[in-house]
């Protein structure tokens, strides 16, 4: 079975690449964008009270409930999040393993990261917002550009590609 862990910044397209793979894709947005088409919000908004009620940890549940659910069904599938500090995917890439074994599965895991220029991501959110409704602050597009580091063998995938 093939995992797939996306890494880059928000704007990077991690979500445009993981529609081209043809897994199962395990993303928390999923549910915020099921929360704000259910209320009829922005996803902006959705985000904001999913993150202010606490109901983002209920959709964390649901995004690791889908990766076990693909590890216990053979399905491969992608993970679509920012994955952007060593150490947060060396736990991931743990955590996924870890799984694998219990339901006594192969698991080959993929990192695919992104290096795209800041212009780029910049024009990309700007048309996102235009087009989705959905924004992200420049703020947090800097702070995660500043925090991200690059994936490496070391922290557990078996192999890496690189997207520009």
Do not use: W
């Amino acid at each position: 079975m093939l995992t797939t862990i996306l890494v880059g910044s928000s704007g990077s397209g991690k979500s445009t690449h993981a529609k081209t793979l043809g897994q199962v894709i395990c993303s928390t947005d999923k549910y915020v964008e099921e929360q704000a088409n259910m209320l009829g919000i922005s996803y902006d908004n959705a985000f904001k009270m999913a993150q202010s009620t606490g109901i983002f940890k209920k959709f964390t549940r649901y995004f690791y409930d889908d990766i076990k659910y693909c590890i216990k069904n053979n399905k491969d599938f992608v993970i679509d999040r920012t994955n952007l500090s060593s150490e947060m995917r060396r736990n991931l890439i743990l955590k996924l393993r870890e799984m694998a074994r219990k339901y006594g599965k192969t698991i080959i895991i993929k990192g695919v990261y992104f290096v795209t220029p800041e212009n780029v991501i910049c024009q990309r959110l700007e048309h996102r917002t235009v087009i989705e409704s959905k924004s992200i602050p420049a703020s947090l597009v800097e702070e995660q550009i500043e925090k991200y580091e690059l994936p490496t063998i070391e922290e557990g995938f078996d192999y890496l590609i690189k997207k520009l």
